[in-house]
């Protein structure tokens, strides 16, 4: 299957001049698109909202964006990216989204639904949620009085999370993108894998399906191979039962083999 075209193409990039940093740090337009579109409603506010790619997203979904970013820099290129973009329903706001002033003004426009993608490190060793600024416990706990309809962005390897929510594992043209924790109402499932730009679901079972460990391949005729966000979420049954008319062809002879990173799972 060939890959597909411009994945990484941000978010009113074909109108805008975008230097190198914001390049780096957008969200692809798909992923934006797609994330707006399952957060649809009519009052949504983007914490952290960086140079406002997300928020040109969630414009074209909700009726009122509110953005609130503690950067002054990136806050002014946002609002100038908005005006030649000509989105007119976001209200930028420059503060910290955990001062009580910044809680108070969000208040006062009856949001239905908070995002927030938390600044962390561009590279740890292992990724946890101690590096992660702002404090993720300590957004919850104010934000929470306003909505419980909270989605929060976190790096797919963290380790460490015990967060009641569901876990969105979102794969890229094939490669680990994104990890989204919806929670409150936005929760659907314990964990779901989103594959785009085809935009397949897969949520996890109810009645969890496992497969047995073998030593060999031999005498197998099938091979498949896992989606990676399918792998860091341990969907594996729920992800080759999506398709059973395909699965089944494979299925009659009982000769089928998943690779998964060198580990054989049947």
Do not use: W
Request: proline share 3%.
């Amino acid at each position: 299957m060939s890959r597909a075209k411009n994945v990484k193409l941000v978010f009113g990039e074909n109108l805008l001049t975008l230097d190198k940093e914001e390049k780096r740090f957008a969200t692809p337009e798909i992923v934006a698109l797609y994330r707006a579109e399952r957060l649809a409603c009519k009052v949504i506010v983007d914490l952290c909202s960086g140079y406002g790619f997300q928020a040109f997203a969630f414009s074209q979904f909700c009726n009122k964006v509110i953005s609130v970013e503690l950067d002054p820099e990136k806050i002014s290129k946002a609002k100038e990216h908005a005006r030649i973009l000509g989105i007119k329903n976001i209200t930028f706001i420059c503060g910290d989204v955990l001062n009580q002033k910044t809680v108070l003004r969000i208040v006062g426009e009856n949001a239905d639904v908070i995002f927030c993608d938390p600044e962390r490190l561009a590279a740890e060793k292992e990724r946890g949620i101690s590096t992660i600024k702002p404090d993720i416990k300590k957004l919850l706990e104010l934000y929470r009085s306003i909505t419980e309809q909270i989605a929060i962005e976190f790096p797919p390897h963290i380790r460490g999370l015990d967060f009641d929510a569901e876990y969105e594992y979102l794969s890229l043209d094939g490669a680990v993108n994104r990890l989204t924790l919806y929670f409150g109402a936005l929760k659907t499932a314990g964990k779901s894998v989103v594959l785009l730009p085809f935009g397949d679901r897969i949520e996890e079972s109810k009645e969890k399906v496992t497969f047995a460990s073998k030593n060999s391949t031999e005498g197998y005729k099938y091979i498949l191979e896992p989606d990676p966000a399918v792998t860091l979420a341990n969907l594996f049954a729920e992800a080759f039962c999506l398709d059973m008319k395909q699965l089944s062809i494979m299925a009659e002879t009982n000769k089928i083999v998943i690779i998964n990173q060198g580990n054989k799972i049947f």
